[in-house]
C-alpha cells in the first residue's frame, strides 16, 4: 500500500514511483517469462528491431506477469488510489520498443476516463536512455485540456504539434522517471508523458486499472476506450490470438472471482447507453449531448475506430 505522502504525491502530481517494488528473484522469472512469450510471438513474425512488437503473457508462457492483475502490489494499491472503484483492463503486456523517443501523449481519449498504469522495464533506462518523462500535474484540468487543443489545432498532421510548438520531447521541462528493472512507475491514465533516448529493443512492461466511471460522461468516456482497446483481429498480432491460445487472461481458467467481475464490468461497460456520444477529432473525444445516438451500431463504432491513430504510445 502507499503512504499518504506517496498518495498525496500521486494525486497531485499524476504519478509516483515505487522503487523496489520487485526482488531480485521476481525480476529472474520476469525476464525469463518475457523469453517465453518472445518466442511464441517469433514463431510468427520474428523480431528484428524493425518493427516495435507488443505481446500479451498467458497462463502457460507467464504466469508470474499473468497473476499481476491480482498481486497485492497492484491491485491494493490501484483501489487506494480510486476508492476501490477499479477494475484491470487485461493482462499484463509488453512491448519491444525500436524508437528513439516517443510524442508526448496521455492514455486515454477524454479526460472523463481515469485510471493508472504500472509500467516497468526490463533494462534499466535513464532521462536520456528512454525512461519514461512526464509533466507533472497535467492529468488535471485547465491543462490536461489545453495540450489537446494543441494538438487538435494542429490536426495531428505531420510533425508532432506539441514537439513542432515547443522545440522538441528534450526541450519541453518535464520530470524524467529513471528506473531499474526493480522500479514500478505508477501514472494517471490522463498524465502527458513521452520519453526520450531510447534504444531498439527498450522492453516496457505494463499492468492496467481503469476507474469505475460513475457518471454518464465518465461511462461514454470508458466505454469508448476499451472499445478502441479491443482489438478488431489479430491478425498483426497472431501470437496473441485467444483461439489459438485459450489459456489467456479473459478465459479465466482459474476462475479468479475477482477477474470474473471484472470482465463481466468490462462487458456491461462496452453494452452501456449513457445519452451522449463521443465526437473524435483524432487522437481525442468529445462528448457531446445526442440521445438518439446513445446506441451505436456496429458500424459507426468499426468506422469511428478505424479513423483513430494508435494514442498508447510512450
Not at 518493427?51 to 497473476?67: I, T
Not at 507533472?136 to 495531428?156: A, C, M
Not at 438518439?292 to 504510445?313: H, K
Request: contains cysteine.
Amino acid at each position: 500500500m502507499l503512504t499518504q505522502e506517496q498518495l498525496n504525491h500521486y494525486q497531485t502530481f499524476g504519478f509516483v514511483i515505487l522503487r523496489n517494488l520487485f526482488t531480485p528473484e521476481e525480476i529472474e522469472t520476469l525476464q525469463a517469462e518475457f523469453d517465453r512469450a518472445a518466442e511464441r510471438a517469433a514463431k510468427f513474425v520474428p523480431f528484428d528491431g524493425t518493427q516495435r512488437q507488443s505481446v500479451y503473457f498467458n497462463g502457460q508462457d507467464g504466469p508470474f506477469f499473468v497473476s499481476l492483475t491480482e498481486d497485492p502490489r497492484f491491485v491494493d494499491v490501484a483501489e487506494q488510489m480510486y476508492d476501490d472503484e477499479v477494475f484491470a483492463t487485461g493482462p499484463a503486456s509488453c512491448t519491444r520498443f525500436i524508437n528513439p523517443g516517443t510524442k508526448w501523449h496521455p492514455d486515454t481519449i477524454n479526460c472523463n476516463q481515469s485510471g493508472v498504469g504500472f509500467v516497468f522495464f526490463l533494462q534499466p533506462v535513464r532521462a536520456d536512455h528512454g525512461a519514461l518523462r512526464v509533466l507533472p500535474g497535467s492529468h488535471r484540468n485547465p491543462w490536461h485540456d489545453e495540450l489537446r487543443e494543441i494538438r487538435i489545432k494542429q490536426k495531428l498532421g505531420g510533425e508532432h504539434p506539441i514537439r513542432k510548438a515547443l522545440g522538441g520531447i528534450e526541450n519541453v521541462p518535464s520530470f524524467a522517471c529513471g528506473a531499474d528493472p526493480c522500479d514500478v512507475v505508477a501514472f494517471e491514465v490522463r498524465l502527458w508523458h513521452a520519453s526520450w533516448g531510447g534504444f531498439k529493443d527498450r522492453r516496457l512492461c505494463r499492468v492496467s486499472f481503469y476507474n469505475g466511471p460513475k457518471t454518464p460522461e465518465e461511462m461514454e468516456a470508458t466505454r469508448w476506450q476499451l472499445l478502441g482497446n479491443q482489438p478488431k483481429n489479430y491478425t498483426g498480432t497472431p501470437w496473441d490470438d485467444p483461439a489459438l491460445f485459450p489459456d489467456g487472461w479473459r478465459a479465466n481458467p482459474g476462475g479468479h472471482p475477482k477477474r470474473q467481475r471484472w470482465i463481466d464490468q468490462m462487458r456491461d461497460i462496452r453494452e452501456a447507453t449513457t445519452g451522449l456520444r463521443m465526437e473524435m477529432t483524432g487522437m481525442d473525444g468529445t462528448l457531446v449531448p445526442e440521445a438518439g445516438q446513445a446506441t451505436y451500431s456496429r458500424n459507426q463504432i468499426e468506422e469511428a475506430l478505424a479513423d483513430l491513430p494508435v494514442y498508447g504510445e510512450r
